[in-house]
């Protein structure tokens, strides 16, 4: 009922940048939240940031001052801007979406399929 599709990931050498992006689309009635995570090699899937209705938004400790996220409520798409990249930040990146749909008034998580951020030393 719901599609998230991720870009922006790649090849970037330590101290870059990049933007990701994330488009919802589908049956949406409204999106509660909208966020990014990550997953190293070995690693579990962590929080990197999140943003809510209403525009609080919550950042992990590692990325406070580097990344940015944020909404365009009208595309229903969210960005993460990344600065200052680390090799520590290399992860695929997913984005999460909480979608109360068109059918059912309980809102749902929906994920993308994973971008690949690599930053190189």
């Known amino acids: 009922q719901v599609q998230l599709v991720e870009s922006g990931g790649g090849l970037v050498q330590a101290g870059g940048s990049l933007r990701l992006s994330c488009a919802a689309s589908g049956s949406i009635f409204t999106i509660n939240a909208m966020g990014w995570y990550r997953q190293g090699l070995g690693k579990q899937r962590e929080l990197v940031a999140s943003t809510h209705n209403g525009g609080s938004t919550n950042y992990a400790d590692s990325v406070k001052g580097r990344f940015t996220i944020s909404i365009d409520n009208a595309k229903n798409t969210v960005y993460l801007r990344m600065n200052n990249l680390k090799p520590e930040d290399t992860a695929v990146y997913y984005c999460?979406?909480?979608?109360?749909?068109?059918?059912?008034?309980?809102?749902?998580?929906?994920w993308g399929q994973g971008t690949q951020v690599t930053v190189s030393s």
């Open positions: 999460n979406a909480a979608v109360v749909v068109t059918t059912d008034p309980h809102d749902y998580d929906y």
